[in-house]
């Protein structure tokens, strides 16, 4: 067997024992007052895998942060730490919407047209701040996160001014026309098309990055500008690229998730499903054949929330809990380059050479 | 300007302020960095120590400084054994250090610098008008004049070294040490500095000056220790050595070296550099009026101390920088706005001083780093996708032609050892059969073999008729393998000799440490 192979599963191994762990010790304070302790976890981890409809639950939850999780993985990938993935979500969906309302038409291609329109628009989030970065050096991580809310206060104008429908109780623009909204995949879920292209779509990150000359470039440039400017590649395209790339996958991110799920665009708030793609690239460690995965772990844990809501009374908020304790460990350098740890797998990696 | 008045002789009969003895250092990773190093240095002094980069200078200071435990032998102060790598030693001690680099806040004001650490309080706050009062006492004291309100980061580099010694003097210091002083300064900043040492040392302090430049050396020390690979390679009263002993205790006992035969040169040069200047943020990256020429199949070795602006010249021909002034040609074409892309276009190799930052990626595998920038190469790519197979089988050849040691060509990068990370990387650069290959100390802290491995891969590309442009500190690796041997000083070249069997490490030190010049 191959040894990096071997290694690799030390990691997974690793991985697996702190989250597990680490519910555990999130979830059972909250279980002991309970009557029955035993109940509240098996619903919380059992109740998300107990039918069809609830596995298509999970999916629905992983859509979107699916593609944002790949937003931040290409982004993060070019060694710029460009948080404009959030408002790029929020751009892509008013993006959509606009499409849908504005434009005419376009039979069974129109949620296509509007998708496209949705990431190109949402593509500017990411692109202002790396460009601003490229030729100013003004810190992207900054510039990202204040631009951020420009954008959504620059949208909620826009919505109140041109998609309002005055007849609906609060801001909310017109209902999307029905030829432009995604096809629903299981009865009784909202899991729709957008699944499936978030899954080709992170099947193709990874194929770009591992098996192409311009995915490895990329890389290079990101862990290692010096030597990639001692190569003559050219760095500053190169970063844009990836930002343009980033910031169109977040828009599509926004168009999907408006035209999978909702009736009308009603976002006045940024909705959070960037930061969400954050958490999932470094869940996924950069990696987007992982971040499918991972969408779909963060996706599990959200419907164990609902359970642990709707039947038990225990707030799902719970879950946002058990999210942030699992990011602070799976991030802990102090398990994951424990000397010991590193031993372990060195050994094997002998080992297995020495055969 | 020289001054050899020997205070020695006031401070006999006293017990030395600072004595090594039987030092050792050995790092967890098994580096030694000192090996039973036993010196001492009499009171009211200047003491200076020398040697080459990794001689061992800096980690011995850094104990004295108690920045760092000794793993052997003591440091004795006033005679008294003293455990150094405890908390605030160096205070306590009344040791002050002036680094190479400087340590102050540029937002600070120099009051604000000097005080950091034990500000005089007045209740909880600090007493501005003691602490204000405290220093221009002490610059008045010292002849250090500054002022005492400037904000640090923007007084001129030799004010900031005025505030760095003061700093250092703040807390009744004895001992003061400065690490390579003069490399931000230009030459009369020097003469003013060596003056102030003096009247520090005419004051009561003792002062221990690391420098590997031996004029400054002679003109400012009373007495000199050489270190060389983490050993004393001997020591004396500067008035009683000449300057080729002291060379021959740094660069070590004059070895057998085989030279290659030097090689007619015929045609056009491929590269020509002439009247080029650089300027640059770093005094030690600054080039002024450069000529030089390379011919096909020549090695033109670069010698010079670091810090000469050997990183400057590369920078040039790799198309890092762009010249200010002058002109660079490569085989008849003006390189002097080339890209680096545009040089690797023209046949450019570089293998890399720094070769985890530089030469490649750590994270990434053997195969990753060993086909980076071959984009568009047909046998590794089709359209945009790599040929993993094709590619694996180029690699496995790549590292077992190169005898690179490796578990497998999908480890990572910074699973192997530096020599087979050089190796890799020379595999590479040279894969391409460049005309202009470029070696920036391309045996540095490699082992023998590695390094007689890369020495012939060298010499095969000059023989295939690439220009070599090789820069290095290790003289012998240069009197090995240049057909001509280029001095650089200060930014500009000293001395150009053929590498004849009269030019020896002796001949080239004077250049090197500018205290000659070719006419």
Known sequence: MNRAFLAGLVRLAITLAVIGAVILAVLVPFALPHEHPGTVIAAFLLGPLSSLRHLGNVAEYATPIAFTG?????????????LGIESGVFLGGLAATTAALLLPSFGPFTPLVAIVFGAVVGSISCIVPGELRLRWEAPEMVTSLVLNFAILYAGVF??????????????????IPADAKLDRLLA????????????????????WLYFTRSGLNLRIVGQGPVFASHLGLPSRRIIMQAQIVGGMIAGMAGAIQVLGLYPRFSWTQLPGLGWTGIIIAILARENPFYVVPAALFLGYL???????????????????????????AVTATAIFQHPAVLRLIRRIRQVEAAR | MTDRRDDGERAAGQAPVVAFDHISKTYANGTIALRDVSFAIPARTIHAICGENGAGKSTLMKILFGLEGPTGGHVLLDGQPVSTATRDFAGRHGIGMVHQHFSLIPTLSVTENIILGHEPKKGVLIDRAAARAKVEALSQRYGLAVDPDAITGRLPVAAQQKVEILKALSRDTRVLILDEPTAVLSPPEINELFNRLRDLRD?????????????????????VTVLRAGQVAGAARLADVPDNMIMQMVMGRPVEITRREPRQVTGAPLLVMSGVSLASRDPADRLRDIDLVIHPGEIVGVAGVDGSGQRGLVSLVTGAARPGAGSISFDGEDMGAASTARWRACGMAHLPSDRFTQGGVPALT????????????RRFQRGPFLRGGA??????????????????????????????????????????????????QPTRGIDVAAAAF???????????????????????????????????????????????????????????LGLEDMP
């Open chain 1, 70 to 82: 790949l937003a931040a993985t290409v982004v993060f990938r070019s060694g710029l730490f460009n």
């Open chain 1, 158 to 175: 826009f919505l109140n001014y041109y998609l309002r429908d005055p007849a609906a109780g609060s801001l909310m623009s017109y209902r």
């Open chain 1, 188 to 207: 009784g879920t909202r899991l729709n098309s957008g699944a499936i292209v978030a899954l080709v779509a992170c099947l193709a990150g990874g194929v």
């Open chain 1, 302 to 328: 959200q419907v164990g929330g609902d359970f642990l809501a709707r039947d038990i009374g225990i707030p799902s908020e719970v879950v946002g809990l058990i999210t942030a304790a699992i990011m602070l």
């Open chain 2, 203 to 223: 004051h009561g302090i003792t002062i221990l000056f690391i420098s590997h430049k031996l004029n400054e050396v002679r003109s400012l020390a009373e007495s």
């Open chain 2, 366 to 377: 053997l195969i990753e780093n060993a086909i980076a920038g071959t984009d568009g190469d």
């Open chain 2, 391 to 440: 590619i694996s089988e180029a690699v496995a050849g790549m590292v077992e032609d190169y005898s690179v040691r490796a578990l497998s060509i999908g480890e990572r990068l910074d699973s192997l050892s530096g020599g087979n990370v050089q190796k890799l990387i020379a595999a590479r650069e040279l894969a391409t059969e460049p005309r202009f290959l470029i070696a920036d």
């Open chain 2, 454 to 512: 890369i020495h012939k891969r060298i010499l095969a590309a000059a023989e295939r008729g690439a220009a070599v442009l090789l820069v290095t500190a290790d003289l012998d690796e240069l009197l090995r393998l240049s057909d001509r041997v280029v001095v650089m000083f200060g930014g500009q070249i000293t001395a150009v000799l053929p590498n004849e069997a009269q030019l020896t490490p002796e001949r080239l030190g004077p250049f090197m």
